[in-house]
């Protein structure tokens, strides 16, 4: 059985996390195929070569120069070549990259490289096989992944020895180098570890593990051992940024667990991400959340006899290419929530062309709304979690703007007002945390 490593970029910001990198890899012989991302931040003022190839990109557009972005980009990969005493030409590399955005390479194919450069460092390193993933990840026409990628890869990936894939990118089919959303390295790894068959996707990242709470909001949160698929893409999704909130699918379908470590201190267990836990004594998963949100709210007598109504209002939203988060309604209301990204300042546009098609009694426009999931799988089925939430959010004196359960009953949103936000996510962690178990 082999095992997938996908390692974060700031594992692999210098020469000596490089060297940290090649030390767990060779410290399991399973460690067969990894996946790299580009090199991220030193230190809190360094800037990440993708942000940079980002930049190199919009300046040619603008037709401004590039070079100190580039010198930038330049420097730091000489400089890893030389310190890990590679055999590796990157002065010919980055000459091409060069050469490439001077003919005005496509944004995707330029972010890309970020990626392929530390593969090709990463695969010296290792004296590994390097795979590319232009020729192996392949992206359907509605910019999706095509699952005939798992049968390509998984024949490259098919012979004895060590494999380097990059993360981040594959291509289109007629070819074209596509990205995928930032942080995209994470879905690399699932899509190479299930086209593998490795029995563990491992992603090395500079925290031992998920946290239960932002440590930014709540002081020294619970580290969470092991938690669900499911739980782990509600949590990414609503703020918990440790892993990509797309990148469990590929292995969830098939089963492998996730395992998240830590590449400065690889002995710390890290959180374990499968398909089922014991929810124990730990009903909550985590909380995780955010502001920057808008509620768009409409009010008619009687909306609940005339039929389609909702969807009419959702079909404004969606002429406009917007999705929207939540859509809590009444007996004479619908509300929908959006984010304030997705919005981009559109909402009284979308309630004028609401009020002119669907004749409403009122509207209204609510920005300002802060979103919280409190998730959970020990929450289904059990008595007393509504209660247990509600009565800290009160005694906290937060005023609940909204709520929203999903039907798998394993999460429960609240929107409160942005000022409330982090007041609100330490009311609800220290609910469930206080006693050290959460409700049984
Ligand atoms: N380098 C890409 C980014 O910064 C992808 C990744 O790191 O996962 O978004």
């Known amino acids: 059985m082999s095992i997938t490593c996908k390692f974060g970029g700031s594992s692999l910001a210098d020469a000596s996390q490089f060297q940290k990198v090649a030390a767990i890899v060779n410290a399991d012989p399973e460690r067969r195929f990894i996946v790299p991302s580009a090199p991220g931040k030193r230190h809190d003022d360094d800037t990440k070569i993708t942000d940079l190839l980002y930049l190199c990109h919009e300046a040619i557009r603008q037709r401004v120069t590039y070079d100190e972005a580039f010198g930038l980009i330049a420097d730091r990969y000489i400089d890893l070549a030389q310190w890990l005493d590679l055999d590796l ?120 593990g998920l946290l239960m709470a932002d440590p930014r909001v709540v002081s020294n949160p619970r580290p969470v051992e092991e938690i669900t698929y499911r739980e782990i893409r509600e949590l990414s999704y609503m703020g918990a940024s440790v892993f990509h909130d797309e990148a469990m699918f590929p292995v969830r379908e098939v089963g492998i667990p996730i395992h998240i470590k830590n590449t400065n201190d690889p002995d710390a267990k890290g959180t374990r991400i499968q398909k089922t836990r014991i929810p124990k004594d730990h009903a909550l998963g985590g909380v995780a959340g955010r502001p920057g949100f808008t509620m768009l709210f409409i009010e008619k007598a009687l909306m609940n006899q005339l039929k ?57 426009l609510l920005p300002g709304l802060a979103l919280i999931a409190t998730v959970g799988e020990g929450m289904s089925h059990q008595i007393g979690i509504a209660a247990k939430l509600f009565s800290a959010l009160a005694d906290a004196g937060v005023n609940v703007r909204v709520i929203d359960q999903g039907a798998s009953e394993i999460n429960i949103i609240v929107g409160v007002e942005e000022s409330d936000y982090e007041q609100a996510v330490r009311a609800i962690y220290h609910a469930f945390e206080s006693d050290g178990s959460g409700p049984r």
């Open 308 to 364: 389609g109504f909702g969807r009419r209002v959702l079909e404004v939203i969606a002429a406009h290419d917007i999705s929207y988060e939540h859509t809590p309604s009444g007996i004479d209301t619908i509300s929908v929530i959006v984010s304030d990204e997705e919005l981009a300042g559109r909402g009284a546009l979308l309630l004028e062309e609401i009020e002119r098609t669907l004749d409403p009694d009122r509207t209204e």
């Open 89 to 208: 030409d990157v002065e010919d590399l980055l000459g091409h990259l060069r050469a490439d955005l001077e003919r005005g390479a496509s944004v995707d194919y330029v972010a890309s490289r970020g990626e392929y450069l530390n593969g090709k460092i990463l695969a010296a390193l290792l004296e590994a096989v390097y795979v590319e993933p232009a020729e192996h990840i392949r992206f359907d026409a509605d910019g999706r992944l095509d699952p005939v990628t798992y049968e390509l890869l998984g024949n490259a990936l098919d012979g004895e020895g060590r494999y380097v894939i990059p993360g981040f990118y594959g291509a289109s089919a007629d070819g074209e180098v596509k990205t995928f959303s930032r942080g995209g390295s994470d879905i690399t790894g699932a899509v190479v570890a299930r086209a593998a068959g490795a029995k563990v996707y491992e992603n090395w990242t500079d925290v031992s």
